[in-house]
């Protein structure tokens, strides 16, 4: 499917690429080169990403290590200069309102992880916005559940955070993208002057072109 994107993709004005979490699968990090490899026939632009879920924390060690012509953002940030302007990138795997089975089970401080990440999240938001920069938040869950409609609504807090919502609505980021939903129906809301992007590729068939000002930004998760 990625590769069907790329091809139907015009890639003439693109300036970066943003990859949302869940470039591999159930952690098998040397896919990746895959995901390179295929990517780099039609592009050669710099590449920033953050985690999904299927990044396993043992794995992400070795995706930074192995992957370094990769920019990975994970709960910090970069800035990213395109066309003689800097935008503030803020990258994380995210935040759930209910960690899953799993995680309850396998990451017994899980709850901690998440509040702690959340108030990191607005740190990191509220530095770029007081630094005047274009702000981006490049997150694997949804930060809202506004882009979930399409999911069955008894996963939503399993798939995603309102709670994130609410510092979205303090923070006012200008752009929000995040992957995770497959199946949703709607992959674009504002909330108020924040655009927010579902690139999740199972939702959108194809890859998400976000224009800003001053040229294009694609990104695919
Ligand atoms: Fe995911």
Known sequence: MYEEALKEFDFSKVEALFFAGDMIFKGRWYEFSNVLKVTRKFTDKPIYACFGNEEFDV??????????????ISDEHTVVELSGEKIWV??????????????????PNIDN????????????????????????????????????????????????SSKMEKVLKETKPN???????????????????????????????????????????????
Do not use: C
């Open 59 to 72: 794995a992400i060690p070795l995706l930074m290590k192995k992957y370094t012509e990769v920019t990975w």
């Open 90 to 107: 803020v990258g994380s795997k995210g935040v759930l309102d209910r960690p899953t089975r799993w995680q309850r089970k396998n990451i």
């Open 113 to 160: 992880i998440y509040k702690e990440r959340m108030e990191k999240l607005r740190e990191l938001i509220v530095e770029g916005k007081n630094k005047k920069y274009t702000t981006i938040l490049l997150i694997h869950y949804p930060p809202t559940y506004s882009t979930l409609v399409g999911e069955p609504r008894y996963a939503w807090p399993e798939m995603a």
């Open 175 to 221: 752009i929000v993208i995040h992957g995770h939903s497959h199946n949703s129906k709607k992959t674009f809301t504002m909330l108020g002057s924040t655009r927010i992007y579902n690139v999740s590729l199972p939702a959108t068939k194809k890859i998400t072109t976000i224009p800003i000002k001053w040229g294009l930004l694609e990104f695919f998760s």
